[in-house]
């Protein structure tokens, strides 16, 4: 016998069937059944993985080639209800639930296309896709307004939310994108039917029975050639999973996300609304890339929701294009710190993901992953080339190019979009920044700047050939500092962990970098779309020419992944040699949490932990949306007030008896709402990082 393991994930619609197949008095069971089997310890051995649930029923799963169950018959149960039997309904409830990716063959490379770490549930992920960029403050469907709407389009529902999901399907124009098809309107009302249920509940009341009706709904979506919103539910079944067993790293505002993300793309698509980013498309298909020679930038661990672990190095090309080589699979966090110096499967290259991320790549045949995934399939042929350093080629000109400057792509995604913006968020960006100091759950960070406007980039001359001398200016003349090519008088930055895994080096580096206020860095990161002025530092290295700044170890290449090399304080200069006489922080200000939209914001989330009733008891709690008029936010407070109306408001039959309404009004206008905060919100981080640049 072998040592417990894990739980391994399970296809959405194996989960379905399974609670379908319960008796409804087996079904009020359920939950509970589910809380006491998750305690279980569970056993590895030569049948499979296998849990027991008490005398003479023992269920036994037995994960096919990707890890994941994808069949009803490896899952089985030895008592004499199987297979429609509490056991294995909750048992295979309590699995994480898998990617349905995760169970498809990569035809370029026969690896499992599982390892996605672009999913919306890893904690890290490769390049954008290049997706068409739109405002994140235009509407993006009729009665789900921007911040600039007029009043009068916000104190009511449309036609269209009124008349619920199913609307009826209108013939294409010319030149208009086609509606969709009959069976994927029919897909997406019953994701619908689905999600407006469970927002309707809340939390507490969404159990494991409408989290199955989901899935059900989620599958039929796959069927129908839907990805985009089956993807939206599985993302919401595993918030609601987190928020319900109260897991340590759940926020609510992940699940108002996917939840929001999802009722809006399936109600528009119910709707026949032709537009072809609502079906969105399958990441992993791989076309031919020809030659390409490609640098390693930095690595980045990947822990996944789904029970994936892994890494994934991101490359740069000469042209300044990103790509990614990618080495995930089931295991999570172990298979996340061992993957770290795993083998690249590029072709007949001998290296592994640490030696890839400080060198570089000549590749034959490659082919390329719409989101920038190197594929390793047979034909593909990789010869290993020196590394290049930050400080020449397209790796200079990363941080050459100012934060306000580079964050405007990065932050183009639809509003409406979870999963657009975070994919426009992923490209990283570069910067060099004087550490100011720990401040709250963040550490603030000024970026440095040329001292003068003739100057170059720190430490490059105007021609980008050669380093200037420790205090040198790039035109030759001394600098006033002799330790400072650069000053620290650029925008105040907000440095947050990538992520705060235990397993995960982030928060302990970002805490050593915070304690030696002064320190000039270079930083690679991804912008945070939902925290203003925001960088999640992913790697980072010395400034050229600075003596405060990193003295890394010559193997680490002037550079250390923040996900695995740990800084130690032998990294650090003397806290004599920072430079003195530095602005600090000053008055640090924070326009998305300082506006009033803070009561918009807890109502939405209101409606999700709690349902319609809470939201209904709010008003009669009193709140008030008067401070959001005066503030200027007079839609986000109509939306809202329309809100607590619609959640309280009741309809009566024939006889005057009070009836259900139904969740589609309601549903309607938490969306409204909902969508026009996230909106909002955005325009606001744009504009912080401007605001700061002027400051």
């Known amino acids: 016998m072998n040592a417990p393991t894990s739980l391994p994930p399970v296809a959405p619609q194996v989960v379905a069937a399974a609670v379908e197949s319960l008796t409804s008095r087996l079904r009020k069971k359920l939950d509970a059944a589910i809380e006491q089997y998750a305690a279980v310890p569970v056993v590895a051995d030569a049948e499979g ?15 096919g080639p990707s890890g994941a169950i994808a069949d009803d018959g490896q ?70 307004v921007g911040p600039s709407a007029t009043r009068a389009s916000t104190t009511a529902p449309s036609a269209a939310q009124t008349a619920g999901p199913n609307a009826a399907q209108g013939a294409a124009e010319p030149g208009v994108a086609p509606a969709p098809a009959a069976a994927q309107v029919a897909a ?29 709904a989620a599958h039929s979506a796959r069927l129908a050639g839907l990805p985009k919103a089956e993807a939206a539910a599985l993302r ?33 698509l119910a709707g026949a609304d032709p537009d072809p980013a609502l079906v969105g498309s399958v990441r992993r298909s791989y076309q031919p890339g020809g030659s390409l020679r490609v640098y390693g930038v930095f690595r980045e661990p990947v822990i996944s929701a789904t029970g994936y672990g892994g890494v994934v190095t991101h490359l740069l090309t000469e042209d300044g294009r990103w790509f990614s080589v990618a080495d995930v699979k089931p295991g999570g966090s172990a298979r996340a710190r061992g993957a770290a110096t795993a083998p690249v499967s590029i072709g007949p290259a001998m290296m592994n993901h640490a030696q890839l991320a400080m060198a570089g790549l000549l590749i034959t045949g490659a082919t390329i992953s719409p989101d920038g995934r190197l594929g390793a399939g047979g034909g593909v042929r990789a010869t290993p080339v020196k590394g290049m350093p930050w400080t020449e080629g397209p790796m200079a000109a990363l ?97 947050v962990p990538a992520t705060s895994h235990p397993d995960l080096a982030h928060v302990a580096n970002l805490q050593r970098l915070a304690s030696r206020p002064g320190l000039v860095v270079r930083v690679v990161g991804r912008v945070d779309p939902d925290r203003a002025a925001t960088l ?12 405060a700044t990193l003295r890394l170890p010559a193997e680490w290449h002037d550079r250390a992944d923040l996900g ?37 914001r807890r109502l939405v989330e209101l409606g999700v932990s709690g349902g319609r009733r809470a939201v209904a008891e709010s008003a009669r709690s009193g709140d008030s949306y008067a401070p959001l008029h005066r503030a200027g936010f007079r839609s986000a407070a109509d939306l809202a007030t329309t809100l607590t109306a619609e959640a309280d408001r009741r309809s009566r039959d024939v006889f005057g008896r009070l009836a259900d309404s139904g969740p589609d009004r309601y549903a309607w206008a938490w969306l409204a709402a909902a969508t026009h905060l996230v909106a909002t919100e955005r325009a606001m981080i744009q504009a912080s990082w401007q605001s700061e640049l002027a400051r």
């Open 49 to 63: 993985i296998r849990i027991s649930c008490g005398e003479d029923a023992v269920v036994t799963l037995s994960p």
């Open 75 to 144: 899952a089985r149960c030895g008592c004499l209800l199987a297979p429609r039997c509490l056991h294995r309904a909750a048992v295979l409830s309590a699995c994480p639930v898998a990617d349905p990716e995760s169970m498809e063959t990569d035809t370029s490379d026969g690896s499992l296309a599982g390892a996605d770490p672009l999913g919306a549930d890893t904690l890290a992920g490769p390049a954008p896709d290049g997706t068409p960029a739109e405002s994140a403050a235009e509407p993006a469907h009729a009665g789900i």
């Open 188 to 216: 997406a009302s019953s994701l619908w039917a689905a999600a407006a249920a469970i927002l309707s509940a809340g939390v507490p009341a969404a159990g494991a029975v409408p989290q199955a009706e989901l899935l059900r």
């Open 236 to 268: 919401v079944v595993r918030g609601l999973r987190a928020a319900r067993a109260r897991h340590e790293g759940h926020r609510l505002a992940d699940l108002v996300s996917a939840l929001r993300e999802l009722l809006l793309t399936a109600g528009r």
């Open 399 to 495: 941080f050459a190019r100012p934060l306000a400057e580079a964050v405007g792509p990065r932050l183009s995604g639809h509003a409406w979009s979870e999963s657009d913006t975070e994919d426009k968020a992923r490209e990283p960006v570069g910067c060099d920044l004087m550490i100011v100091g720990a401040a709250g759950d963040h550490v603030l960070a000024r970026e440095l700047l040329p001292a003068s406007g003739h100057l170059a980039a720190p430490g490059v001359t105007p021609e980008g050939d050669d380093l200037a001398a420790p205090g040198v200016r790039p035109d030759g003349l001394p600098s006033a500092d002799p330790r400072s090519p650069v000053r620290a008088h650029g925008p105040l930055i907000r440095l």
């Open 536 to 547: 999640r530092p992913l790697a980072v290295g010395p400034v050229p020419g600075a003596e």
């Open 564 to 600: 695995y090399d740990r800084l130690q304080g032998s990294h650090l200069p003397p806290q004599d040699a920072c430079l003195p006489g530095q602005p600090g922080a000053g008055t640090e200000v924070d326009p998305v949490a300082s506006a009033p939209l803070w009561r918009v």
